[in-house]
């Protein structure tokens, strides 16, 4: 089953560990690059380590901006080694349930580089659109919970 767990003591090792392909590389920030910005940002920062069953196999990072109902995912990956099995479908759903249930959000944001192809395919299939604007050089796409 696949699940999100905080990043803590006993995850971190494996959450830094986690490898991309060099192309997949260019699409996401490493995860000590991360794991820093949470430490900056505490207050809106949520790291979280994918599992499946007691399995990491993945990273996420939500951005919980309750203050300003607005929810986004800042970081997202699936190690190379268990891609293309659905996991990364069930984490972001898992996410976004998380997200929904806490009625704390009107949408949902985030951004992909262009020529990720699986990312945009993955983000429109549940429900994301793009707004039309472009941040540092990434497509943002935005999710209506209304
Ligand atoms: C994006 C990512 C998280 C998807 O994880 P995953 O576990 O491989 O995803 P899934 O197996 O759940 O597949 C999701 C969908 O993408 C599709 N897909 C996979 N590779 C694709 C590609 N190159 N082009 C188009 N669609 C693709 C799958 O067919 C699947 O679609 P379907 O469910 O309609 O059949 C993973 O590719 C990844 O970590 N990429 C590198 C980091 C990254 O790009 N992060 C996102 C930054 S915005």
Redo the contacts with the bound molecule.
């Keep these: 089953m696949i699940t999100l767990k905080k990043v803590d003591e006993d995850n971190f090792r494996k959450v830094v560990g986690i490898k ?1 392909n060099e192309e ?1 590389s260019k ?2 920030a490493t995860n000590v690059y991360s794991i820093a910005q949470a430490w900056i940002y505490p207050e809106v920062a949520r790291p979280f380590a994918i599992y499946n069953d007691e399995e990491v196999i993945g990273f996420m990072m939500i951005d919980w901006d309750e203050k300003e109902r607005e929810a986004g995912i800042w970081r ?3 190690a190379e080694e ?8 069930r984490a972001m759903e898992c996410a976004l349930n998380t997200i929904k249930e806490s009625n704390k959000f009107d949408y949902v944001y ?1 951004d ?1 580089v262009p020529g ?4 945009k ?2 983000y429109e ?1 549940l429900g994301f659109k793009e707004t039309g604007e472009i941040e540092e050089g990434e497509i943002v796409m935005k999710l209506d919970l209304a």
Aim: hydrophobic share 40%; net charge positive; proline share 0%.
């Design positions: 991309l997949q699409f996401v997202f990956m699936i268990h891609q293309n099995k659905g996991y990364g479908r985030l992909y990720n192809d699986a990312g395919h993955l299939s």
